[in-house]
């Protein structure tokens, strides 16, 4: 399997503020990258004498300097998330930092001359709900490639458009760019905004966690884990088109709730189960694509990683 080197590339992380963004940036250095790194905010206190931040808000903001740098490899990670039922305020934030900023970034990508390889951070939220939520309890629906398209809401609809515009670009002024659109689940990690960093946090403050569909069945994946399985399919000469992102492990929300108490943060009388409230979802990813093209596969799994997120949450904490 031939394998693209990162040495003295030049590369375009968007979004790298973010969880998966900086954990990004970090393996990119140690390949030797050349970096711009761009993202609204700052990057947080950190090692970053190697990489080239510049403040931008992708959806209003001039972005010539994007194009000038003219990478080789874009990796557009910004996106804004919420809940799975969005509330009112998400659809103004949906349209400007999904489909306005990622509009933009697609825009510019056919004026950069050397620009080989694109990769969306692109979400499960495309596939349709009717194959893994129902009223009932059902088994684990692995979710694959080919499976039915239909947003689930807002923010898998933008996700589906940057897809099809990328498509676009491709056939019309790109022949020879290379898209990865990789589909990525439910990810967690160090100073995330994620279910499992808040709830690490309450427990850790000895708050009182409310528990909603305890038997709902995550696809789990840590951002480290995240951003290898980028970068391994950026250097995979077979990576092309959508490809799962997850750990090909399913695990209930109950799983979060037993780990904290395994890790002595989490009491039962800190736990108040408030039982059924919607349909239950029964996702995971069919990572068969991405083994086989990449030859790697997530390595850490649900426990070690809610470990990691404790010891970040102590260490902010002391």
Known sequence: ?????????????????????????????????????????????????????????????????????NPDIIFHLAAAFERSKESPDFWEINWKDNMLASHNVVDIAKEMLNLKTFVFASSYLLYDTSLYMSESIKDVRYLNEKDIVKPRNLCGGAKLYTENELKFIKNLYLNDLRVIDARIYRVYGRGSKDIISRWVKMALNNEKLELYNKDNHFDYVFAGDVAKGLLSLAESSEAEGIVNLATGNPNPVSNIIKCLIEENILSEENIIDNGNTEDFEASCADISKLKEITGWEPEIDLKSGIKKIIEYEKKIMN
């Open 1 to 69: 399997m031939k394998k693209e080197s990162f040495k003295n590339k030049k590369i375009i992380v968007t979004g790298s503020s973010g969880v998966i963004g900086r954990e990004l940036l970090k393996y990119l250095i140690e390949k030797g990258a050349d970096i711009l790194s761009v993202d609204r905010l700052p990057l947080p206190k950190g090692n970053w004498d190697k990489v080239t931040h510049i403040q931008k808000d992708l959806a209003v903001d001039n972005l010539d300097q994007l194009v000038e740098f």
